[in-house]
């Protein structure tokens, strides 16, 4: 069973730039896609970006495309995401998520999931 933590959340004013990562556990991590959602307080769990396992593709919400990158850093068993322009709106709790099943937008499509993160964007 794979096990995720993040770290790299932050309280950051908008405009900034945070860099999220989420280390993995297990033999198989490295040959999983992997997603990360965030979710703001009485909102659904939203999809916010995808990578491929061999990190090659990555997919994004049309929400912060443009303004997030996701990499992986197989050596190190991470996945890191890169947010620049940063707006309070993003402010939310950042999960890690791997091994979708179908559809990678779909949080119920991941098999096993960190326990996130938390991102502040003042204003």
């Known amino acids: 069973q794979v096990q995720l933590v993040e770290s790299g959340g932050g309280l950051v004013q908008a405009g900034g730039s945070l860099r999220p990562s989420c280390v993995g556990s297990?033999?198989?991590?490295?040959?999983?896609?992997m997603g990360w959602f965030r979710q703001a307080p009485g909102t659904d769990r939203e999809f916010v970006g995808a990578?491929?396992?061999?990190?090659?593709?990555?997919f994004y919400a049309s929400s912060v495309k443009g303004g997030f990158t996701i990499s992986r850093d197989s050596a190190k068993n991470t996945v890191y995401l890169q947010m620049n322009a940063l707006k309070p709106e993003d402010t939310a709790v950042y999960s890690c998520?791997?091994?979708?099943?179908?559809?990678?937008?779909?949080?119920?499509?991941?098999?096993?999931w960190g326990q996130g993160t938390q991102v502040t964007v003042s204003s």
């Open positions: 998520a791997g091994n979708p099943d179908g559809d990678y937008t779909y949080r119920d499509s991941y098999s096993y």
């Open positions: 297990g033999r198989t991590f490295s040959s999983h896609p």
């Open positions: 990578i491929t396992s061999s990190g090659v593709q990555t």
